[in-house]
């Protein structure tokens, strides 16, 4: 069966006017399925608010502006809300509208915690918000007011001032002035010169940073054996208390009284060497003698060694007292 040409295109238009119309009411918010719900919102201003503008929940886009009605008298606009999903939305929920100077305005619904939840037609709660601009400038409005009262404040404040200062007063100022600019200056020439010690290369400070930083390495490197010296240093520590030096001492004290004791009485050995005069004369008595007998031989060598084959032996009388010493002290007799 052949299909005319007509056929075709009277198909093709057909087709064409049902996209058309699927696309629009895509466009406008409405679904496919059939599953919109249909919620109502009542405003005195809508700020610009048109059809096929956002709803948004947290952020994500939930549905579209269907419709908006003010009647005859534009004193109450009923905002026709449709959402493309079944949500729960809480009873005390809240509706706003989102103005935006370069985008596009969009209605927000701030979700509530009630566990009743809105029904399919019902209008929910709405909260009047101000436009982008007129909140700007309220905003900034008090702030110029305020600014222009505090610039009038100051610009009485200074004609007194200048009304008060003669000729003297201000030519003080002036070296004040001075003054201060010199006192900067010098805190800039003392910022440089701190700047300079704080140098991390050539600074004061860098570089007892980095003898520090050597130091503690040494340190750190050394660390076992500074451990071991001080490990040693207890045991020593340790070992000198637990000697027992009160009793060394008693011991010493005791040796000490003993020793005492014993130079003290003549029936020892050492009391008799100390406290006897016998023993004084005897050695001095020996010693005399001894000089005596050095000094014959000095005087009379041949006596007592014969030093020529053919000569004679010295037959002379024997001194019977010492020489007269005159270099040390004289004998005693």
Do not use: W
Not at 165 to 191: P, Q, R, V, W
Not at 200 to 228: F, H, R
Not at 264 to 280: I, V
């Amino acid at each position: 069966m052949k299909i005319s040409n007509e056929t075709k295109i009277g198909a093709l238009t057909c087709i064409s006017i049902v996209l058309l119309i699927l696309g629009f009411n895509f466009l406008k918010g409405k679904s496919f399925t059939g599953k919109n719900e249909h919620f109502y919102a009542v405003f005195d201003n809508i700020q610009g608010l048109a059809n096929s503008n956002p709803i948004t929940i947290n952020g994500k886009q939930v549905g579209t502006v269907t419709a908006t009605d003010g009647g005859r008298d534009m004193r109450r606009i009923v905002v026709t809300m449709t959402l493309n999903q079944t949500l729960d939305i809480p009873d005390n929920s809240v509706v706003t509208i989102v103005p935006s100077i370069l985008g596009t305005t969009s209605m927000d619904i701030k979700l509530g915690n009630n566990s009743a939840l809105y029904k399919n037609g019902d209008t929910i709660l709405t909260k009047a918000t101000m436009g982008t601009i007129d909140e700007a400038f309220q905003k900034i409005d008090p702030v110029l007011i305020e600014v222009k009262k505090a610039v009038g404040s100051l610009d009485s404040v200074l004609r007194n001032v200048n009304g008060l200062l003669d000729d003297n007063a201000k030519e003080a100022i002036k070296g004040t002035m001075l003054n201060l600019n010199k006192t900067t200056a010098n805190l800039a020439i003392s910022s440089a010169s701190l700047q300079n010690m704080l140098d991390p290369q050539t600074g004061a400070v860098g570089k007892t940073m980095n003898n520090l930083s050597s130091v503690t390495g040494t340190l750190a490197k050394n660390n076992d054996q500074i451990e071991q010296t001080l490990t040693n240093v207890n045991k020593t520590t340790a070992n000198l208390a637990n000697l027992d030096l009160q009793k060394t001492l008693t011991t010493l004290n005791g040796t000490i009284d003993q020793l005492k004791t014993q130079l003290s009485s003549e029936s020892g050995t050492a009391g008799k060497f100390l406290n006897n005069a016998s023993l004084y004369n005897n050695l001095n008595a020996t010693a005399n003698k001894i000089n005596l007998l050095l000094d014959d031989i000095r005087v009379h060598p041949k006596r007592y060694v014969s030093i020529s084959v053919f000569g004679k032996k010295d037959k002379s009388e024997p001194l019977a007292v010492p020489l007269p010493d005159t270099v040390n002290a004289p004998y005693t007799h």
